[in-house]
């Protein structure tokens, strides 16, 4: 599965600065789905978005962290101000619309973005 | 909401060992059921899944899994372990229907290692 691709795939940045981590789906998908890894603590869902709408955000932080997909580009994950606890992996998955006859239920899984805040 | 329980952290077996992991979840309406594998520094792999039918799945690399549905469990099995599925491995849940369908909630990952 070489389909999903994050970058950067390493991001440092120092307490107080912005991390932006892409995210472009599989050709053909139209959901993408954000979980972050933090060691001893599996993967944690933060949200799942459609091109131009949030479906779910129940795993966001309420500050700091926000998320696009939009019309056209990958999508993003922003980090704002970000402190040494954001310090993790961050996954993308993406799938086709849940439900129709392409959807086989996977997701497909990026190599994921691992950041670090000094 | 639904979450998932993998019973041990981290698991280390020799190799020719059956292995067996287990996982529940919380949810009494109808879920699809999955485990997946991370390789060492790769992404994650789906090994198996369920949506209905058969309650034993047989998926890649010779693994398998049962769904019990009174139980709440879907415990991973493989009768002979070999050095490569070293890894981490992932159960998941997701319900079906609902707006937030497609979403996968996932448990805390059991971390097997597998001596030569």
């Known amino acids: 599965n070489a389909g999903v691709m994050q970058n950067p795939r390493h991001l440092v940045r120092r307490r107080g600065q912005e991390a932006r981590l892409r995210c472009s789906p599989m050709?053909?998908?139209?959901?993408v789905y954000w979980y972050r890894q933090l060691p001893e603590e599996g993967l944690k869902f933060m949200v799942y978005?459609?091109?131009?709408?949030?479906?779910?955000e129940s795993g966001m932080p309420k500050e700091r962290f926000s998320a696009e997909f939009p019309k056209e580009g990958p999508s993003i994950l922003r980090i704002q101000q970000v402190v040494r606890g954001d310090s993790a992996a961050y996954f993308c998955?993406?799938?086709?619309?849940?439900?129709?006859?392409?959807?086989?239920?996977?997701?497909?899984f990026g190599e994921g973005s691992r950041l670090t805040v000094l | 909401a639904q979450s998932v329980s993998q019973h041990n952290h981290h698991v280390i077996l020799s190799e020719a060992a059956s292995l067996e992991l287990g996982c529940n979840y919380s949810?009494?309406?109808?879920?699809?059921l999955f485990w997946y594998v991370q390789y060492p520094g790769q992404h994650l792999q789906l090994l198996l899944k369920?949506?209905?039918?058969?309650?034993l799945v047989k998926g890649i690399k010779g693994f398998e899994a049962e769904f019990i549905k009174s139980k709440f469990s879907f415990n991973l099995r493989k009768p002979s372990v070999q050095w490569s599925d070293t890894a981490e491995y992932f159960c998941?849940?997701?319900?079906?229907?609902?707006?937030?369908?497609?979403?996968?909630?996932f448990g805390q990952g059991t971390i097997l290692t597998v001596h030569p």
């Open positions: 978005l459609q091109k131009e709408n949030i479906i779910d």
């Open positions: 998941a849940v997701r319900r079906a229907g609902g707006t937030s369908y497609g979403k996968l909630t």
């Open positions: 369920y949506f209905s039918g058969d309650p």
């Open positions: 998955a993406s799938s086709p619309s849940p439900g129709q006859a392409s959807d086989t239920g996977e997701l497909f």
């Open positions: 949810y009494g309406g109808t879920v699809n």
């Open positions: 050709k053909g998908h139209s959901h």
